[in-house]
């Protein structure tokens, strides 16, 4: 496996500096997340620079994160809209020389992309977003980008068993899962059984996973009782079952810590140290 984060890094691509990537690499990372946070608003040179300047420090762009519209909207307007942005990050993703770009279906909730809406469990739902995606798809497969999908448990995308059956129902080879298994466990069985919640993410999508995100869960004290994120070696998440089921199909693919404030980074950087090494794997460089 090889480390890399999201984060450490501006929001906007023009502002990436040498100085942010020796941070990224003094700290042991070999890899980044980019924001797109206007796919229109970036020009290819800014892009290019960005590249360049991280790989001159040795840090790959292992994902590229766009911002656009709903893929599931219910106004057709903003879904195209949010397609041809989509697109247009494909672009970006290709100058960027990025990995995979992260997609997610977003949600009918118009507050946000991660928040519920029982309407993103529907089986109209479900084809809209095959056709957003067959879309966005037929773009990212000219420009020799992966989309790696951005899954969870209250967006369309709600189930390994959905994302397969979505991503056979589009039927594209650039099409592919970005493997988050804390986004599936939205019950107290998942939980406290994330090993079982990692077989079966494999089961269905090991053929499939690009990427890997790294994070931890806990169930927290009090009432209402939640399962929250928390950071890596804080919680309950299996990493041995993760990591191993990971190297064994990705030896060579980024596993990311992501949702941390930059100041907590290291730490969470050296718990996940501990637990590859005492697993006896290493990282690729």
């Not at 069985?189 to 990427?211: G, Q």
């Not at 869960?217 to 993760?242: H, N, Q, T, Y």
Request: charged residues 20%; hydrophobic residues 45%; aromatic residues 6%.
């Amino acid at each position: 496996m090889r480390s890399g984060v999201v984060g450490l890094l501006p929001g906007d691509p023009a502002q990436i500096t040498a100085a942010h990537a020796a941070v990224i690499r003094d700290l042991g990372f070999t890899g980044a997340s980019v924001m797109l946070p206007d796919p229109d608003g970036v020009s290819n040179d800014v892009l290019a620079h960005a590249r360049q300047v991280l790989a001159d420090s040795g840090v790959h762009v292992a994902q590229a994160n766009a911002r656009y519209p709903s893929l599931v909207h219910a106004d057709p307007e903003r879904r195209a809209e949010g397609i041809r942005l989509a697109q247009r990050a494909c672009v970006g993703a290709h100058v960027l020389d990025a990995d995979f770009l992260l997609i997610r279906p977003g949600s009918l909730n118009l507050t946000g992309d991660w928040r519920p809406h029982p309407g993103n469990h529907t089986a109209e739902t479900e084809a809209r977003l095959v056709a957003s995606l067959a879309a966005v798809c037929t773009v990212a497969s000219s420009e020799g980008v992966t989309i790696g999908l951005e899954c969870g448990s209250i967006s369309p995308l709600d189930s390994p068993a959905r994302v397969r059956r979505v991503i056979d129902a589009v039927g594209s080879p650039a099409l592919r899962y970005n493997c988050d298994p804390v986004n599936f466990a939205s019950t107290f069985p998942l939980a406290y059984d994330t090993a079982a919640l990692i077989a079966d993410i494999f089961h269905h999508l090991s053929d499939y996973i690009v990427c890997a995100h790294v994070k931890d869960l806990r169930v927290s004290d009090g009432m209402p009782i939640k399962v929250e994120e928390c950071a890596p070696s804080e919680g309950i998440f299996d990493f041995p079952a993760f990591f191993r089921a990971y190297e064994a199909i990705r030896p060579n693919g980024f596993a990311l810590i992501e949702h941390l404030p930059d100041e907590r980074i290291p730490a969470a950087k050296q718990a996940v140290d501990r637990i590859v090494h005492d697993m006896g794997l290493h990282w690729v460089v």
